[in-house]
Nanobody
Framework: QVQLVESGGGLVQAGGSLRLSCAAS????????MGWFRQAPGKERDFVAA????????YYSDSVKGRFTISRDNAKNTVNLQMNSLKPEDTAVYYC??????????????????????WGQGTQVTVSS
């Protein structure tokens, strides 16, 4: 059974940075497409960023492009989300998600939550103004 465990959330002032990590307990992590989604109170869960199995293809929502960077370490079974220039509107619970997909997905596929079949429990990110 695949498990994803997020860490690194917390409280930060606007303009600050946080780094989220997601550890995967799966033997074939290098075959997985991984993504980050977020959900603010009273809102739907939204796509943030995704990365293909090799790490050579990344995808970002327009709201975080240029501020967030997704990366992965297949040797350590981890995917990270470096978040810079944080804004109060980035406040949300951030979820790591994964799906076994050993080829490069289209942007539409990578950016929809219905692609992913494994989810972490979420980590809270709060950005104060």
């Amino acid at each position: 059974q695949v498990q994803l465990v997020e860490s690194g959330g917390g409280l930060v002032q606007a303009g600050g940075s946080l780094r989220l990590s997601c550890a995967a307990s799966v033997r074939t992590f290098s075959n997985y497409c991984m993504g980050w989604f977020r959900q603010a109170p009273g809102k739907e869960r939204d796509f943030v960023a995704a990365i293909n199995w090799s790490g050579l293809r990344t995808y970002y929502s327009d709201s975080v492009k240029g501020r967030f960077t997704i990366s992965r370490d297949n040797a350590k079974n981890t995917v990270n989300l470096q978040m810079n220039s944080l804004k109060p509107e980035d406040t949300a619970v951030y979820y790591c998600a994964g799906v076994e997909y050993a080829r490069t997905p289209s942007a539409a596929t990578a950016m929809t939550e219905y692609t992913y079949d494994t989810w972490g429990q979420g980590t809270q990110v709060t950005v104060s103004s």
